[in-house]
């Protein structure tokens, strides 16, 4: 049982601090909630939360196999540097055409909401390898065993942690009533001011790698 709790606190902890930086979905999870209501929002973090539960159990699946063959995670971060210079792009036009708009807060379909999240949650693709690397890592430590009941638990803490920072962010930007329409217009060129820092930081990772 105390090998249990221990995973549970410590996936639980890493997911959220992996999670709480500003980033493309923590920042999407506030700009849900600003342009379409906090109930969006937070769906939205929910639909993270479930992606990245089913980039954890994939990272559970393949951890020795990551460790054992190098390329594949070489591969991931090619994939992910395309990825994010596309998305880097798409947020700076999208800012452009959103510039000159008047804001107006709607209440969007909570289901748009849900898929989007998991849909910018499963393109980014360094989640898996850094789930691989907790589990080795907990796994060398003693905790994480590929036991059935281990897995789950790292699973839905990985999930657990991810929620909680999103939610904080839907709820942050929520209370902040007065900023909300100068957020909305500029939302777009801090996503894709990130997603450069991102492309940077994954060329530097790859190349280094």
Not at 129 to 136: A, C, E, H, I, K
Request: net charge positive; charged share 15%; glycine share 8%.
């Amino acid at each position: 049982m105390q090998q249990i709790i221990t995973l549970l606190f410590f996936t639980f902890g890493a997911a959220f601090l992996a999670s709480l930086p500003p980033g493309l979905l923590n920042l999407n999870a506030a700009k849900a909630s600003v342009e379409k209501g906090k109930a969006n929002g937070v769906m939205f973090g929910l639909g993270v939360a479930v992606a990245v539960m089913m980039q954890t159990y994939v990272a559970v699946r393949i951890a020795k196999y990551i460790l054992r063959n190098q390329h594949v995670i070489e591969v991931l971060l090619q994939i992910a540097i395309v990825l994010f210079f596309v998305l880097a792009i798409f947020f700076f036009i999208k800012g452009r055409k959103q510039r000159h708009r008047e804001i107006v807060l709607v209440e969007g379909k909570k289901r748009n909401s849900f898929s989007r999240g998991v849909f910018l949650a499963l393109i980014n693709l360094l989640a898996i390898p850094y789930y691989s690397g907790l589990n080795t890592v907990f796994h060398g430590q003693g905790f994480m065993t590929y036991a059935l009941e281990d897995e789950i638990v790292f699973i839905l803490a990985a999930g657990g942690g991810t929620f909680l920072a999103m939610y904080l962010y839907v709820f942050y930007f929520d209370k902040m009533e007065q900023k909300t329409s100068a957020f909305s217009k500029n939302s777009n060129y801090i996503l894709s001011a990130l997603m450069v820092l991102l492309f940077i930081i994954t060329c530097i990772r790859f190349f280094n790698h």
